[in-house]
Each structure stands twice: as structure tokens, then as C-alpha cells.
């Protein structure tokens, strides 16, 4: 076992921002660590991540979700993470950004359990549960409400990812978390351009990720169209 292995979430978290020049406060760090030992417990009869080393931990999923702070817009207001799970990464984008509004949305009850517990015991506000699929998710509540819609490592179907273009906001971001896979323009839909794209090695493990940020393609032309007709 390596001195890595048997440091701290905390600071594992702390040294692989500093790598990824992503700033973070004592009081966010206390935080992630609080995290980490929640999930530890309830992964015990819940089998939320298949992570159990501090390594691990720290890096494929706290640091993981951080690299979403490479493309976020700067004036993000309200966040939509699509299939939460764990909370990877919309619970730990909160931690990092307090003023984002962070929405959670999983049809898992179990994780959704979890989630408002987690919610609870770190003590954090401006979180709210969408225990539903993103199809079903009303869009008389929801349209254009999200400055920023973020799914990591999950398949959306077309009908999803036209329901993701109805949500987003004016000049809003679709980010889209992947592995090595295919390069360049990753997202397959016609209703998505892209805009930003960060790709990298995450700081401590040799795991190349990308962050590929997507705004709504032809959106106005769209509109026009509809108010036309």
C-alpha cells in the first residue's frame, strides 16, 4: 500500500484540486469528508458504489464531478443532474458552488432516500429530489428552468435528450461526462452543438475523462417556426 492510498479523502480531494486548479474552500473540504463516510455507511445496505478504497473514492467520483467545473457557465444558477445516484455529481457540485440551486433527479427510491438523508446530514439548502424520469418530469414547472443540465456516464435516448433541450434555459448547457470512447463531438443528436469540451487525466489515477458542454441547436429557428405555425 502506498502513502496515497492511505491518505485522507479529504486530502485527496484537497491535492487533486490543486492538480486540476479547481479552488476550493476548508469549509467544502470538511464537507466531501463528511460525504464520504455518510456513503460508506449506507453503501453497506444500499450498494451505491461498487468504490470502496479512499483512492478511489476521492478521485472517480468526488474529483470526477468536480471536472463539471471546467465547463459550467460562471453565472450558473440552477443545476439539473440527470440520474444522481450517489450524487455524483450534483450533490458534490453544490458542496462546491453553495449558491447553485442543484436539482437531483433519480426514479430510484432507495437513492432518493439516500440523497435527502445526505442532504440532511451535511446540513445543505437549495437542494431539491425529483424522484421521476426525466420523460415524465413536467415541463409546466420545468421549461427553460436550468441554466445547466449534467449527466455522467449515463445513455440518454432521443426522446430524453429532446426532453434536456426543453429544460435548459436560454443559452443554457447540456454536459455531458465520458470516458475514453470516441473522440470530438461525442453527443449524436441534432438537436445539441457543441461548445465546450475539456479532456484530461484525472489528478492521481491514469483515467482519461472528457467534459463536453452542448447548447441547444437551432433553438430560435425552432421557436420561430412554432410561432409561426
Request: net charge positive; charged share 20%; glycine share 6%.
Amino acid at each position: 500500500m502506498t502513502a496515497c492510498d492511505q491518505r485522507s479523502v479529504r486530502s485527496l480531494i484537497s491535492a487533486g484540486c490543486r492538480i486540476l486548479g479547481v479552488p476550493l474552500s476548508g469549509e467544502a473540504l470538511s464537507l466531501f469528508e463528511q460525504y464520504g463516510e455518510f456513503l460508506a455507511k449506507w453503501n453497506r445496505r444500499l450498494n451505491l458504489t461498487s468504490l470502496h478504497a479512499k483512492k478511489d473514492l476521492a478521485v472517480l467520483h468526488f474529483l470526477d464531478s468536480l471536472l463539471v467545473l471546467k465547463t459550467l457557465p460562471l453565472n450558473a444558477q440552477s443545476l439539473l443532474d440527470v440520474g444522481s445516484g450517489a450524487g455524483f455529481p450534483g450533490m458534490v457540485l453544490k458542496i462546491a458552488q453553495p449558491h447553485l440551486n442543484v436539482f437531483l433527479l433519480d426514479p430510484n427510491p432507495r437513492k432518493m432516500v439516500f440523497l435527502k438523508r445526505l442532504s440532511s446530514h451535511l446540513g445543505l439548502a437549495g437542494v431539491y429530489f425529483l424522484p421521476t424520469p426525466i420523460q415524465e418530469l413536467p415541463l409546466e414547472s420545468f421549461s427553460r428552468a436550468f441554466h445547466a443540465v449534467v449527466s455522467r456516464a449515463l445513455s440518454l435516448r432521443e426522446e430524453q435528450m429532446r426532453k434536456i433541450q426543453k429544460l435548459l434555459s436560454c443559452n443554457g448547457l447540456f454536459i455531458s461526462m465520458r470516458g475514453p470512447g470516441s473522440f470530438g463531438d461525442a453527443l449524436n443528436s441534432p438537436h445539441f452543438k457543441l461548445a465546450s469540451y475539456w479532456a484530461g487525466y484525472l489528478p492521481l489515477l491514469p483515467v482519461y475523462r472528457r467534459v463536453l458542454g452542448y447548447t441547444a441547436a437551432h433553438e430560435r429557428r425552432h421557436e420561430l417556426h412554432d410561432a409561426i405555425s
